[in-house]
């Protein structure tokens, strides 16, 4: 195809706003060999595009590289560039006129460094070329199988067989087929409806799977027989009823999976009739899910929709390999997939691996993504983990949630203030196989050994099989040597996603202090909340100062009247106002701050952090909104609040804790089982503080987490004033070491019956001066 040397005219280019897909790469360093290549459409969602490479910026046709017939608004390249600095441009592509190329977009460039990783993406002639077509196709290949079955019969432990067979085949041998659903009363949601039926048809699927699987691996006609017997009463429900994915989309999702495993897997045991069947379920319900995730999600333009990006994943990858080379679509959908995992996942995170929505959402994403990354590798050879952010996402939890905390890290979380979800270790354990990092081994197995007996509990057994999970990974993965993290860097900071995360000594709980503060750029969209600048604080076995209340329900009360907003945060309120937390998305991508430093120094860590913009859209006389944190000979905590503001405001300095504390004109303590700390008010400019403290969440309906327990907060009040400068010290203590109940210098006048070991108080006093020689 030519390509001009003038100057062509432009494109009528789209503006990115925050909540679309960006232009990139443009002007910085690729962390990846090829880059990936994103835009707006530009046109109707029919348009194809064109696009060109090349070191010289006016694109001489000799040095420039052409992708042509693109079919969505983004490319990974099937080959790779040799490092240097490049331009690229992309226009709309019209196979009836391709010499005739008249209108190009903005010309933008990227630098590509030495020894990037590879991560080519195979091209669409050539994708599936050594695919095996035969079923199964999910998991093992016909050949697979068979050297499957070849090495149970041996040893019936293999993999852990024997345990797959006893608990999760068997006992689907002896269970009544499942009827379809109710649904809700009048069609009204139900929580409890919604949960019981969510675990429903997840044993759909352990259902129709296991019992395929072991009919199969043991050449059991009655098992394979009752397999079709769940299969085919699922494939003759309703698909635009209650288990369509307009009605809940959980529950299509679900049922969508169950019939892709059963198709996929009792292909040749079905009649052309009971094929014709299940086959036609499978598509119509694929094309619900799929039209809505490409169609009215546009996830290719507005990444940002949680469920809808799950769903490529948990839904249309599966299904789609199931349905190959069978019906036209499943090849679109499964393109779709790979193309968008390969070139603009993951939305909530970058080459560092961090994730936005926090550590338990990264488990579902990533629990979904690691099952659809090998489903891919075996049946295309397709490698997605060796993307930079695959091979440094299981960072993320490692930091963000050590296996002894409950309730010190930001997001949503459903396992109302349990330890850590089992998937979070199994994931973890994934990971470790992929990159050989020996400490995410050693979070498994801490996972592992802290959570026994929880395998039934909902946030598990309603979302994963474990025995399933487990043979899968020991046919496919290697098993790594755990290495405690001993050595790993003290400061984490996950700059994409705007989290810092302090670990001290996390391989023994005895000494170990985890701290996490975030000032995000994705603001409190999805499953993100009003916590700029926030911070949460965990120590010796003990979450001390925590986030606040319980994500019963999505839209509950208490999701969105307490846990969701600033006020069940360990953060600052402005005339009684947090930050905006509301249903808005465009308001929640504009509730951003940003971590300003995050620094190791030579005797303490240093955290800076500015949520003045997510302030500002519900105070909007805010000028500044900083927090400083200084972490200090691995001990103590010295935080720094400064607001600015262009007239009088009064701010409140919120602790959150799972219980009460006891109260001094400016100092507190909280105590728990293992663990406490001691805090005071070491100096404040103008005001004088006062100390209160409440039990309970205010505005939320307790009948929705009854049973539960109830946590407290502690009020800081500061009178109002154009200019706030305040510091906070926080000591976490070990209940059973007397050395470490502290207090303060007398002379300095607060009311402490603490006292400091003659170090830490020489280093206060360091950190002290370095405060006063800033002008605070």
Wanted: net charge negative; glycine share 6%.
């Amino acid at each position: 195809m030519a390509t001009r040397t003038t100057q062509a005219a432009y494109l009528d280019e789209p503006r990115a706003g925050r909540l679309n897909i960006q232009y990139a790469p443009d002007g910085q360093s690729v962390t990846e060999n090829p880059p990936r290549f994103t835009w707006l459409p530009v046109v109707a969602d029919e348009a194809h595009y064109v696009l060109r490479v090349s070191a010289d910026p006016t694109f001489p046709a000799a040095k420039t590289q052409v992708f042509t017939n693109i079919a969505l608004n983004f490319l990974t390249p099937d080959t790779v560039f040799a490092p240097g600095k490049y331009y690229w441009s992309y226009a709309v592509w019209d196979a009836d006129s391709e010499s005739a190329v008249t209108q190009w977009s903005t010309s933008r460039s990227f630098d590509v460094a030495p020894d990037l990783p590879e991560t080519a993406l195979p091209n669409r002639t050539d994708r599936y070329a050594h695919a095996d077509m035969a079923h199964p196709r999910l998991w093992q290949s016909p050949s697979a199988l068979k050297d499957f079955k070849k090495a149970v019969a041996k040893d019936a432990d293999h993999c852990t067989w024997s345990t797959f067979y006893e608990k999760s085949v068997l006992p689907w041998m002896d269970r009544p087929v499942m009827k379809e659903p109710a649904g809700y009363p009048n069609h009204q949601r139900v929580a409890p409806i919604w949960r019981q039926t969510y675990i429903d048809c997840q044993e759909l699927i352990y259902a129709i799977r296991h019992l395929a699987i072991g009919g199969h691996v043991t050449d059991n006609p009655e098992m394979v027989a009752r397999a079709k017997e769940w299969l085919l009463e699922v494939a003759s429900w309703d698909p635009a009823g209650v288990t369509s994915r307009g009605y809940t989309d959980e529950w299509a999702f679900r049922v969508t999976d169950a019939l892709a495993w059963g198709y996929d897997w009792l292909y040749n045991d079905m009649s052309a009739d009971e094929r014709d069947k299940v086959r036609a379920a499978l598509l119509i319900r694929t094309r619900e899910i799929a039209d809505h995730i490409i169609k009215h999600a546009n996830i290719h333009l507005f990444p940002y929709d949680s469920h809808a990006v799950r769903a490529v994943s948990a839904v249309l990858i599966p299904a789609a390999i199931a349905l190959l080379d069978e019906e036209p679509e499943a090849r679109d959908w499964l393109d779709y997939s790979i193309e968008f995992l390969f070139t603009v996942y993951s939305p909530w995170g970058d080459a560092d691996g961090g994730w936005a929505e926090g550590p338990h959402y990264w488990m579902t994403g990533m629990a979904y993504l690691t099952e659809a990354a090998n489903l891919l590798k075996l049946f295309t050879g397709i490698n997605l983990y060796n993307r930079p952010f695959f091979q440094h996402t299981g960072d993320m939890p490692l930091y963000t949630k050590a296996p002894d905390t409950r309730r010190a890290t930001f997001g949503d979380d459903s396992t109302m203030g349990d330890l850590p979800c089992l998937k979070i270790g199994y994931n973890l354990r994934q990971f470790a196989g992929v990159t050989g990092n020996g400490a995410y081994q050693w979070y498994y197995d801490e996972i592992k050994r802290n959570d026994q007996g929880t395998e039934m509990a909902f946030y598990n057994y309603g979302w994963w099989d474990f025995n399933f999970d487990e043979m899968l990974y020991r046919t496919d993965w290697p098993v790594v040597d755990a290495v405690p993290p001993s050595d790993i860097d003290k400061l984490k900071f996950f700059e994409g996603i705007g989290w810092t995360a302090i670990q001290h000594r996390m391989d023994d709980p005895a000494q170990h202090i985890q701290f996490v503060m975030k000032s995000s750029p994705f603001g409190s969209i999805s499953h993100s909340h009003g916590d700029q600048n926030a911070f949460c604080l965990a120590a010796y076995g003990e979450d001390l100062a925590v986030q606040s209340g319980y994500y019963v329900a999505f839209n509950s009360t208490m999701h969105q009247e307490w846990r969701k907003q600033t006020v069940s945060k360990n953060a600052i309120l402005i005339n009684g106002q947090g930050q905006y937390a509301g249903r808005d998305k465009a308001l929640q991508m504009q509730s951003t701050g940003k971590i300003l430093a995050a620094e190791e120094r030579e005797d303490h860590i240093y955290i800076k952090g500015d949520a003045t913009p997510a302030y500002k859209l519900i105070t909007p006389e805010v000028t500044k909104v900083e927090r400083e944190v200084y972490f200090v000979r691995d001990s103590y905590f010295v935080i720094v609040d400064s607001v600015d503001a262009s007239e009088e405001v009064e701010i409140e300095w919120r602790l959150h804790a799972n219980n009460t504390f006891e109260v001094g004109a400016n100092s507190f303590r909280n105590t728990g089982e293992r663990a406490g700390f001691y805090g005071q008010v070491i100096w404040s400019e103008g005001t004088t503080p006062t100390i209160t403290q409440t039990t309970g969440y205010p505005g939320v309906d307790m009948s929705e987490i009854k049973d539960q327990h109830v946590g407290s907060f502690l009020s800081v009040n500061y009178t109002k004033s154009r200019r706030h400068r305040v510091a906070t010290l926080l000591v976490p203590y070990a209940n059973d070491d007397p050395k470490r109940i502290f207090h303060f210098l007398d002379d300095q006048g607060y009311d402490c019956d603490l006292y400091f070991t003659d170090a830490d108080e020489n280093s206060f006093k360091v950190v002290m001066k370095k405060l006063a020689s800033t002008g605070i």
